[in-house]
């Protein structure tokens, strides 16, 4: 079976800071996906992927950028951290949509 | 647009109880979407528990069943009898084939079966 890892886990930063998540998946899916979670809400799409160097845009992409150079990997850059921002990132592949464990993200 | 509504954060339920976790879905589009449950256990990831393509249609996994009703709008997830091991959240989610498998997620519903 595959796997989806996000890195790193927990991501503490400054406001103004920019600051990059990682996922890796190793099922060879095409599509790829960001969504973010606040507390007490559902997950929202940032970006998505459906295939490598394609990028699109979600509901919530103002204030990140996406990077898909590998068909295995996609990453988010939150251009500019908020203060007191604090979210959980997760990372999906394929319509299926097969999660990986997620980046918790609190800003100082 | 599409949206899905929760309408509980927190169900609590005694062990071996039945239950039912509320979902509803609203779409502008004349096209019926396809109905989703996903489930979160305790330092798990995000996991598809059922989904649901064909509108009157049930889905079933895990001794949960859920019936998209278009109708109602609906799709309700239900339990005969709960086990403490099934304490997790519950994420309710909308979505369609022509958009590459993105969804629209309810809120989440916590489920707390005391033992």
């Known amino acids: 079976g595959g796997i989806i890892t996000q890195t790193p886990k927990f991501l503490i930063g400054q406001e103004g800071q920019k600051l990059t998540l990682k996922c890796q998946q190793n099922?060879?899916?095409?599509?790829m996906y960001w969504y973010r979670q606040d507390s007490g809400k559902g997950l929202r799409l940032i970006y998505y992927s459906i295939t490598e160097n394609d990028l699109q845009k979600g509901d919530l992409s103002e204030g990140y950028d996406a990077s898909r150079e590998k068909k295995s990997s996609f990453s988010l850059t939150v251009t500019s951290a908020q203060k007191n921002e604090m979210a959980v990132f997760l990372c999906?592949?394929?319509?299926?949509?097969?999660f990986g464990p997620g980046t918790r993200l609190t800003v100082l | 647009g599409d949206s899905v509504t929760q309408t509980e954060g927190q169900v609590t339920v005694s062990e071996s109880k039945s239950l039912i976790i509320n979902c509803t879905y609203s779409?502008?589009?004349?096209?019926?979407?396809?109905l989703f449950w996903y489930v979160r256990y305790p330092g798990e990831g995000l996991q598809l528990l059922l989904k649901v393509i064909t509108a009157g249609q049930k889905g079933s996994s895990r001794g949960f069943e859920a019936t998209y009703n278009k109708e109602t709008t609906s799709f309700h997830l239900q339990k005969a009898s709960v086990q403490e091991s099934d304490s997790a959240v519950y994420y309710c989610a909308l979505g369609r084939g022509s958009a590459l498998g993105r969804l629209h997620f309810g809120a989440g519903t916590q489920l707390i079966v005391i033992p």
């Open positions: 999906a592949s394929s319509i299926e949509q097969y």
């Open positions: 099922f060879n899916h095409d599509t």
């Open positions: 779409t502008t589009s004349i096209a019926y979407p396809n």
